[in-house]
Structure formats: C-alpha cells, structure tokens
C-alpha cells in the first residue's frame, strides 16, 4: 500500500521545460519565463498539474544554465525576478506546482565563489572547489578530455567533471553545505513547490575507490539539504544513476527525508548501443525493465519516475517507434506505457505533439558544448562523416530545437532567429497541424492524462502482467478497491491478443476502429479498458 504521502505525490503529472526553447515573448530569438507564462493556459489545457523548468539562474550559458553563476538572480535573457514570482503565481492560481531545477554539484567558473577561491590558497573560498597541485586521478570530463584544468592564477588544477567551465563544488567542506541550504531556503520562500535536483549522486566523491560519485557522504549532504524542510510537502526527485533497489532506498525512504524520488534510468539505453551509436531493439526490453521496477517500487512502497524523454537524450520515439509513417501510433503507444503505470509520469515539452529527431548536414547546426566538443573526438577517431552520423543520432541538440507551436516562420517560438536552428521536421509536426489532424497526438495525451487523473485504479492501484515475456506486447492490470483496468500496448508486428476474457469498456485507444478485447492488435496499437 501506498503511505500517505505518496498518495499525495503519486496525482502530480509534471511538464518538463526546457526555457530556452519553449516559447519567446519578447522577440530575441530565445526563449524566456515571460513565456512560459503566456502558455500556461496551453498546459492547463494539456492537464498537466506541475512544471520542471530546467535552469533559469543567471549563467553565461556553456551549458545552457547548468552553469550557474548567481543562485538567487534570473538570466537576463529569461527576464527578472519579478517574472518568476508571477510565474509562480499564476502557475498557482491553476493549481500547477513549480518544480526548479537545483544544480548542486558545480558552479560556473563565473561565480564569484570560484573567481575567489582561484585567488590564492587562504581565503574565505579556497577550499569550496577541489584543488590539487597535479590531477589526483584520470577522471574524465562527460563532455569529452581530462577532468582536470590547470588554472595558472593558483598554479593548480581544479575538477569539472562536465565543461571545463563548471567547476565541482567541494561539498566536503561544511561552507558548501551551508550556501546551498541557504539556496534551497530562498527558492522555497519564494514559494516553488520542489526542485529536480542535477546529478545529486555526484556531491560526495568517492576518491578512494576512484569514482566522483557516490562517495561516502552523500545521504548525509542530500539530507542536509532537504531534511530541515517539511519533506511531505516539498517534492524533491534525484537525478541519481543508482542501479539497484538498495540505492533507490537509501535515498527515497520517506524516514531518511532526503529525496522523494529518484530518475532511474534502467531504460534510457533501449534502441541504442551507447549515446551515439544506435541498435536494433524491440520495445520488449523496456516493457522488461519497467516490469521490474514497478515490482520493486511496489514492494517497497517507493514512487517510480515514468519518463521517456528528456532535455539530455534524443527523443525516445525516434529510436523506439517508427517516427515516420506511424509517428502518431508510436508516440500514443509509448505513453499509454508509462502513463498507466504507478509512478509520477514526467512529460517533456514536444512529447505532447509526437517530436521526432531532426537531421543536419553539418555541424555548424548544433549548438551543445557535448555534441561539439565530441564532434571533435569523434572526428579523430572516425573521420567526419561517421562523426556527424553519430552526433545526429546522439545530440543533445535534437530535445533542445524550439517547440514548434506552428509551421510558420520561426515555428511561432520567436519573431526573431532562433538561438538553435528548428527541428528539421518542425513542418511536417508541430502543435498547430497537430490539433487540426484526425489522429493528433496532443488530443490524445490530453485524453490519457484526464483519464489517468480521474482514474483510482491507475494512480494507486495494484499491477499485475498479463503478457509472457516472449509476447511481441504488454498487457497489465491496475487494480483498486475491487476495479480493475486493462492496459494492452502492442509492439512493432501485429498480434492475436487473448486474454482471460472479462467484459471491459474501451476508455482509449489509438486506432479509431478498435471495439473487442481479443482480437487482432495492429502496430503499436495500444487500448485501455475498464471495468463495465
Ligand atoms: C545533467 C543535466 O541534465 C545536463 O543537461 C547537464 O549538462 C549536466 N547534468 C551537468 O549539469
């Protein structure tokens, strides 16, 4: 059973925004928190109930915003202080909650805490940074090279574990702890309702056994962040790359108050051999992982992430689905997946509208500092060509096109140049085409949402499986207080689905034609049913 608590969070449905890409209110050509607010009726619509926004603090943009150089101050591309307070209002007033993106584990090279501790080896913010006189190991950046920059000022070496210009923040010293409660303090005074907190698992280093995170300090630390809040009400969720239960534990029991949740990414590698090299796959391998993980959420009484997309990872449909003549099929198909499962479902912006990848000819189209600092290594090893292949199908840059409300210049996002070029299909799917075609993926997320909001059954109820594992399919129960639904999801080839009959009331379904319950399910047919 479900606690208390977890009742309360398991309602939310959360809009991810990535604001640099979603809508431009004032004409730069990039998007802003003024923006956002002008689509809150958009979303309200949709039916989400809460809203992710990725960083908007001020940052000179290596990483676009996870490079912070003020926590208590706005970018000024994004606009004021005064813009998120009312966003926040305004967001409350549709009963929508405000998730902030918490960067944690490293600073931009700009801040003042950094620009001080490079000063010299004895001052108030020496030792907020890691600083050896030689690398301490081999640790390599994500984002390509050497985890390690010589800085000539202090004519020592510091760590970043992402761009050069984001240094790690020494959380080792109590300092650190201190700044970033007084962080997490001045958000939730301004009344945010949570935060997404960036690589959390990274704030405790494990030097001794040569990881940069995970070290022994960090329930401590995540606890020292949050604990001191009222953790019932504040919605915390982790990006954290814990493996197994056991971690998931460590950092979701509600009795520890560290975090809410974690993001588990067991499945974000389905349909691709490593970031930027793709595989064949079947849908099969993430009905497997989610199978295993609501039976362990379930047993321990632990809220599950349901998300398929993010600001980091090319779009799930393009590698998953078929992104062309089933587009809408597969976009449908993969959120009735994870939407009608026990969990908190994360939307990211475009999903609504079935986003697929772009494709570029050359590299002057990209933008990520990872996609062009690896364009660089790849090209080393593999000649160009072979190097763009592997950024088009890995970039960042494919979840970071602006949202394309509509087919018009500049995709209505802007009135002006957009920082990043389009999404090369943005003609062919955006928000405007979508709503006006009989099979619009956007109607179909609104049903779905509204369904799983009005639903017992899917929000808390009991999950039993239905299909083999060799079934080319899906199919589960979501029971509560004696009703049950039905989800049937169909993967790539058609299937003769029988299941133990039992009357059921088609409540959706992504082929307009679908009546019975065993019957022929098409390509990535999905149904769901419940109880007459
Ligand atoms: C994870 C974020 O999601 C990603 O966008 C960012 O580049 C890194 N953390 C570094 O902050």
Redesign the pocket.
């Known amino acids: 059973m479900l606690s208390e608590k977890y009742k309360q969070f398991a309602q939310m449905i959360v809009y991810q925004i990535y604001p640099r890409s979603f809508n431009d209110s004032n004409g730069d050509g990039i998007g802003d928190i003024r923006g956002i607010i002008e689509k809150l009726e958009y979303l309200n619509e949709l039916g989400i109930n809460a809203i992710w926004i ?1 960083p908007c603090y001020k940052s000179p943009n290596d ?2 915003g ?2 912070i150089s003020d926590y208590y101050d706005i970018m000024d591309e994004f606009g004021t202080l005064d813009d998120i307070k009312e966003l926040i209002s305004e967001a409350h007033r549709r009963e929508i909650k405000i998730i902030m ?1 918490l ?1 944690p ?2 600073t931009s090279t700009q801040h003042k805490w950094f620009i001080e501790s490079k000063k010299s080896k004895d001052n108030y913010y020496s030792d907020f940074y890691y600083w050896f006189d030689e690398p301490a190991n081999d640790w390599k950046s ?2 390509g090279g050497s985890a390690w920059e010589y800085c000539a000022e202090r004519n020592q070496y510091y760590l970043h ?3 050069v210009s ?1 240094a790690d923040l020494n959380w080792d010293n109590p300092k650190v702890v201190e700044e970033m409660q007084k962080v997490v303090d001045y958000w939730t005074a301004l009344g945010v309702d949570g935060f997404r907190c ?2 959390i698992d990274q704030i405790s280093k494990d030097f001794e056994n040569g990881r940069n995170c995970f070290g022994p300090n960090l329930h401590k630390y995540i606890n020292a962040l949050f604990g001191r809040h009222e953790t019932e009400k504040l919605f915390t969720v982790g ?1 954290c790359w814990a493996e197994d239960i056991e971690e998931f534990c460590r950092h979701a029991k509600e009795e520890r108050k560290e975090l809410t949740t974690l993001f588990q990414f067991d499945h974000i590698d389905c349909g691709r051999e490593s970031k930027f090299v793709p595989k064949n796959d079947s849908l099969k391998s993430v009905r497997d992982i989610l199978i295993k993980w609501q039976k362990l959420c379930y047993d321990n009484d632990l809220l599950y992430t349901l998300f398929s997309d ?3 990872h090319s779009p799930f449909i393009s590698r998953i689905g078929n992104d062309r003549e089933l587009r809408y099929e597969s976009a449908c198909l993969i959120a009735t997946m994870f939407y009608t499962l026990r969990g908190i479902p994360f939307i990211y912006q475009g999903q609504e509208i079935g986003t697929a990848s772009s494709h570029y000819d050359s590299i002057d189209h990209f933008r990520d ?2 996609s062009l600092n690896l364009y660089k290594i790849f090209s080393e090893q593999y000649g160009e060509e072979k190097a763009l292949e592997m950024i088009n199908f890995g970039s ?1 840059d494919n979840e970071r096109h602006p949202f394309s409300w509509n087919g018009g210049k500049y995709a209505g996002f802007s009135t002006a140049e957009p920082w990043i070029p389009l999404n090369s299909r943005f003609n062919e799917i955006n928000l405007e085409r979508d709503m006006l075609s009989q099979k619009s993926v956007f109607k179909y997320y609104k049903d779905l949402i509204a369904l799983r909001k009005n639903s017992p059954e899917i929000l808390f109820g009991d999950f039993e499986v239905l299909s083999k594992p060799q079934d080319n399919y899906f199919a589960f129960t979501r029971t509560y207080e004696g009703k049950t639904v039905t989800v049937i999801c169909n993967f790539e080839r058609p299937s003769q689905i029988a299941l133990p009959s039992r009357e059921g009331k088609l409540l959706l379904g992504n082929y307009s034609d679908r009546k019975g319950f065993s019957e022929l399910f098409r390509p990535y047919e999905a149904a769901v049913y419940g109880d007459i």
């Open positions: 990725c990483d676009n996870y490079d993106d960067v584990n490293h994500e984002f574990s992402y761009a984001q960036d690589v990006e993010n600001h980091d500092v990872e960042r």
